[in-house]
């Protein structure tokens, strides 16, 4: 089964940015449903961005509304590992980051997610 291991957040002020790393071994990543989630104290868990399986067709990318113009996730397969890159960053970002992966199809809730990361906090000033 694959593992997930986040790394790369921290503190930075309103308006910056940090790329935060997913990597992953103990299976190929490609044949994964892959997502980052976050979760404020006291919040639920959201979702943040995801892509598909990669298919014949390719995989495709999702974000949610509020990251959409500001996060982008990208991958190289070559290292097995995810990124996840934040711009413009707001202090309403501030929360623990997780990715996640599936066999399933593509999901933006949790709960259809079987492997998880230990996460990565970041912390955005204003």
């Known amino acids: 089964q694959v593992q997930l291991v986040e790394s790369g957040g921290g503190l930075v002020q309103a308006g910056g940015s940090l790329r935060l790393s997913c990597a992953a071994s103990?299976?190929?990543?490609?044949?994964?449903?892959l997502a980052w989630f976050r979760q404020a104290p006291g919040k639920e868990r959201e979702f943040v961005g995801g892509?598909?399986?990669?298919?014949?067709?390719?995989?495709?990318?999702y974000y949610a509304d509020s990251v959409k113009g500001r996060f982008t996730i990208s991958r190289d397969n070559a290292k097995n590992t995810v990124f996840l890159q934040m711009n413009s960053l707001k202090p309403e970002d501030t929360a623990e980051y997780y990715c996640?992966?599936?066999?399933?199809?593509?999901?933006?809730?949790?709960?259809?997610?079987?492997?998880w990361g230990q996460g990565t906090q970041v912390t955005v000033s204003s």
């Open positions: 996640a992966a599936t066999r399933g199809p593509y999901s933006d809730d949790g709960l259809n997610y079987d492997y």
């Open positions: 103990g299976g190929t990543l490609s044949g994964y449903t």
């Open positions: 892509f598909s399986r990669t298919t014949w067709r390719g995989s495709n990318t």
